[in-house]
C-alpha cells in the first residue's frame, strides 16, 4: 500500500494535538466537579466543542495509521488513550446531559 505524502510540519500538528488533548483531560475532572454549577448554556459549549476534541482525536488516529508519529508521540498518544478510557464514565455522563 502506498504512504500518502504528509506535510512537512505534521510532526508539528501531532505535538499540538497531543499537547490540546491532554489540557482537555488534566481539565476533565474540575470540569465534572463544577458541572452541576454549570449554566446549560456553558454546558451546551462544552458539549458542542466536544466535536473539535473528537475531530482532533480523529486526525491524530489517521496519522498513527499512517505510520508519521515518532516513538515519543506514539506513546504519548497510547497514554492519551489510557487517559481517555480512564475518564470514559466521566465524559459519557458529561456528553449526555
Known amino acids: ?3 500518502v505524502a504528509a ?3 505534521v510532526s508539528v500538528w501531532i505535538d499540538d494535538y497531543l499537547a490540546y488533548l491532554f489540557n482537555v483531560m ?3 475532572l474540575e470540569i465534572d466537579a463544577e458541572w452541576d454549577t454549570w449554566e ?3 454546558q451546551l459549549d462544552f458539549v ?3 466535536d473539535i476534541k473528537r475531530d482532533r482525536l480523529s ?3 489517521h496519522w498513527a495509521e499512517q505510520g508519521l508519529f515518532t516513538v515519543d508521540q506514539r506513546q504519548r498518544y497510547r497514554r492519551l488513550l489510557e487517559l481517555m478510557d480512564k475518564h470514559r464514565p466521566i465524559l459519557d455522563r458529561l456528553l449526555a446531559d
Open 1 to 3: 500500500m502506498a504512504q
Open 7 to 9: 506535510p512537512p510540519d
Open 26 to 28: 488534566d481539565d476533565l
Open 40 to 42: 446549560d448554556i456553558q
Open 48 to 50: 458542542f466543542e466536544w
Open 59 to 61: 486526525q491524530l488516529e
